[in-house]
Structures are given as C-alpha cells and as structure tokens.
C-alpha cells in the first residue's frame, strides 16, 4: 500500500517524500487509519517493523488541523535515546508543517531550561517519565491540560524499567478526553491491566509473533567464558562485518571489551549508561555515519537504536530472555535485508538457547571453528572481563541444538593482527 492512499494532506506527504517512505508496513496500514479516526489503538509488533512512523505520520497529520503552539502530543518513552530517535523522526515528517518536537528527560539538562521548553510553544513532547514526572511536581501551572493525544512507545520497556508509579501519576495530570495509543512487542500482565484503565474500546493490532525476521542468520559459537574474547578476536579477522553492536551484559564489560578492540586497531566505543548524553549521541552519530565500525553495547543503553544498514549483532554476553534475544538482533536484517547474529555461547547458555528454540520452534545452527584453541590459556589482559560470572537461570525446555562443525576460512590465531578497519 502507498502512502498517498491514506490521505495525508500535502505538508505529510511531503515529508513522507523526503524520507524515502514509499510502501507501508504492515503495522502502518492497520495503525493509521484507525489513529487518523481518532480511535484508540493498541499496537503490537516487534522490533524493525515501522512502528514509530504508524503512529508518528497521522499524529503529525491530526495535529495540523489545530492551532499551533500548543503542548498537544506526548510521547512517552523509555529512553533518552530512543526519545531523542522518535522527535528525530517527527521534525523529519513533519518539517513542513511548522509543528515543532522537544524532548525531556534526566541527565545534566537544566529543570528550568526543560520547563521553559514544555511551555514555550511546543507541540509534542517526547519524555522520559521520571524526569517529566519531577517537573509536574510542585508545578502550579498543569502545562499538560491540552494534551490530547497520549502515546506509550514500547510499553514493555517502560515497565521493565521501573516506570510504573510514575506513568499513573502523570495519567493523573491528563484530561481525560484524549486519544490514547500504546505500542509494545510483548504484552505483559502489567500492559493488560493499563490497556483496561485507560484506553477506551482500542483497535487491536498485532503482526506476527515475536521472532526473529527470516532475513537473519543466526549462528551459535559454543566457548568457554574465559576464551570469548580470543575467540571474538577469530571471528572478526574471519568474517566480513560492515558494522556490528556487540552486546555485554554489563556496563563494565562493555567498557572493558571496546578498550581491547581499540588496543587491536578496530574502530570502536562503549555504549553504556555511565556515559553522558552528549557522548551517548556522538557515539552513535559517528556509528551511523560509518567512522565506528563496533558499537560495544548494553541492553539498556541499546534499547530503541535504530540503524540502518547493520551488518551483524553478536552477543558477546547472552541476554537473559528469549525476547530480548529477539529485541537484540532485531536490530539487523531490517527493511529485507540479509543481517547476521552471532553469539558466544558458554554451558551456562545452554538453558538460555533453549527457550529461544522454543519460541522460534526450529533449532539453531552452532558452528566449532576447526583452527581455534578451544584449550588456550586465559588472556590475562582480559581479567577484568574474565573476573565477571552469573550463574544460570531456569528456562523451558526445548529440542536440543544442533551441531554442525565446519573449518574457518582461513587459519585462526588467539590474537588478531591489528588493522585499521
């Protein structure tokens, strides 16, 4: 389907135009006509399918037919990054129609400064819940009384991170006559119970279950967790990676694991939470813009990136649940393009691997590099990251993986030449 089907007027559909937008998702065709109605929806899809734009395009559209300089849209979100990603994509779509997009959120930005912006004119405002909450506090002036468009992007994440209290506390500061839409790729007990108290008779929406898409290959690299790092050192010299996120389970590592990839020559940084903003978005700037080919990452920090053109997503570190495996490598292989997941797997995995066959109901490929050592000695450089273990978790079972063992292209070593890459 084709966006000029659904009626935007021309200041959308030219930024539509500008963006390289021509065939809708199949969560755009379902979402916006219902959204442009001024129903409530509820959206569930998972990662990569086109859900920021579903709701983002006839938001935009709605908005144009009122008055403007009024705080009528607020977008709630989970992350700054993910906020800043999502007013990105609004002043993009909607950059001929004079509507302007601020963010709010914590960090080292002034309370004044963010207050000045929520009532100087804005027309969406894209949040963090814990921040906007504290400038509601103590507030004489209720500066959300003219919302009336309300949406929770990735609800899930919004729970998962402990915005609970917070989210029923602004709802409160809401009038009640408002649209509401919410979009997840998991529906918890927590999302249910809110779907019943505040949305009224929404649109349901689901596409699909939440699974990888079947442009990415997934392959398993079993080791022992003190031999991933020599091992990662193998598999970049023998694989052709464009640009990668490498996931850690936590900040430490993360630190830790882009360090040595610099020590090698590779170009690459930490994404993690101990970083301040500003940092945060020229990292992630000069990834996107192809000057960083690793970006070493945290679930936390990575959660709502959006990059084009990922070439692969290895899990240096498993996640802890099968859909955040799924959120994980979701991240590559969009748009129908062939992206590649690798993940060093240890014993302590083994739980982990099978309730994501389980939910994907096929097995996945391992593959045994026939020149690596599988019986090195530690790399003592890597002791900061070695020093680092979890103990395993209880996981539904699944058939077991398969196991296939192939050669390498080319001869292995446990250190890697450094290059410039």
């Known amino acids: 389907m084709n966006f000029t089907e659904f009626n935007f007027n021309t200041q959308i559909l030219s930024g539509i135009q500008t963006q390289g937008y021509r065939t809708a998702t199949p969560i755009q065709i379902k979402a916006i006509p219902a959204i442009l109605q001024g129903r409530d929806v509820v959206g569930l899809a998972q990662t990569g399918t086109g859900k920021t734009a579903a709701y983002a395009l006839p938001l935009l559209q709605q908005l144009t037919e009122g008055p403007p300089g009024q705080l009528r849209a607020l977008i709630l979100s989970p992350t700054r990054d993910l906020a800043d990603q999502i007013c990105v994509a609004m002043n993009h779509f909607g950059r001929q129609t004079h509507l302007r997009c601020a963010t709010i959120y914590g960090g080292k930005i002034n309370y004044t400064r963010q207050y000045q912006l929520l009532t100087g004119g804005v027309d969406i405002i894209v949040a963090c819940p814990g921040r906007l909450l504290d400038l509601l506090q103590g507030k004489k002036n209720n500066f959300l009384q003219q919302v009336k468009h309300l949406v929770l992007d990735e609800a899930d994440h919004l729970f998962d991170h402990g915005f609970r209290d917070a989210i029923y506390h602004i709802l409160k500061h809401l009038p009640p006559r408002r649209q509401n839409l919410l979009f997840s790729a998991t529906m918890s007990a927590d999302i249910r119970l809110l779907i019943d108290k505040v949305l009224h008779r929404p649109v349901r929406i689901q596409i699909g279950e939440p699974k990888p898409a079947v442009t990415i290959t997934q392959?398993?690299?079993?080791?022992?967790?003190?031999?991933?790092?020599?091992?990662?050192?193998?598999?970049?010299?023998?694989?052709?990676?464009?640009?990668?996120?490498?996931?850690?389970?936590?900040?430490?590592?993360?630190?830790?694991?882009?360090?040595?990839?610099?020590?090698?020559?590779?170009?690459?940084?930490?994404?993690?939470?101990?970083?301040?903003?500003s940092r945060r978005k020229t990292a992630l700037g000069k990834f996107r813009q192809g000057e960083l080919k690793f970006l070493v990452a945290t679930d936390v920090a990575a959660r709502g990136i959006d990059i084009d053109h990922l070439s692969h997503v290895i899990n240096f570190d498993m996640p802890n649940?099968?859909?955040?495996?799924?959120?994980?490598?979701?991240?590559?292989?969009?748009?129908?393009?062939?992206?590649?997941?690798?993940?060093?797997?240890?014993?302590?995995?083994?739980?982990?691997?099978?309730?994501?066959?389980?939910?994907?109901?096929?097995?996945?490929?391992?593959?045994?590099?026939?020149?690596?050592?599988?019986?090195?000695?530690?790399?003592?450089?890597?002791?900061?990251?070695?020093?680092?273990?979890?103990?395993?978790?209880?996981?539904?079972?699944?058939?077991?993986?398969?196991?296939?063992?192939?050669a390498s292209p080319r001869h292995s070593t446990l250190r890697s030449k450094k290059k410039n890459s």
């Open 219 to 277: 392959t398993l690299f079993p080791v022992s967790e003190t031999l991933k790092v020599n091992l990662l050192e193998t598999i970049l010299q023998n694989h052709s990676i464009h640009s990668a996120i490498i996931f850690t389970r936590t900040k430490h590592r993360a630190q830790c694991l882009a360090e040595h990839l610099r020590d090698l020559g590779y170009k690459a940084t930490s994404f993690q939470g101990n970083l301040s903003q």
């Open 321 to 406: 649940t099968a859909i955040e495996y799924t959120h994980r490598i979701g991240r590559t292989g969009r748009a129908d393009k062939l992206g590649m997941a690798f993940s060093l797997i240890t014993k302590n995995d083994r739980r982990k691997i099978q309730s994501i066959e389980h939910l994907q109901k096929k097995r996945l490929e391992e593959c045994i590099i026939a020149e690596f050592d599988y019986h090195a000695k530690i790399n003592p450089s890597m002791e900061p990251l070695n020093a680092y273990r979890r103990k395993p978790l209880s996981y539904p079972h699944s058939p077991s993986t398969s196991r296939k063992k192939i």
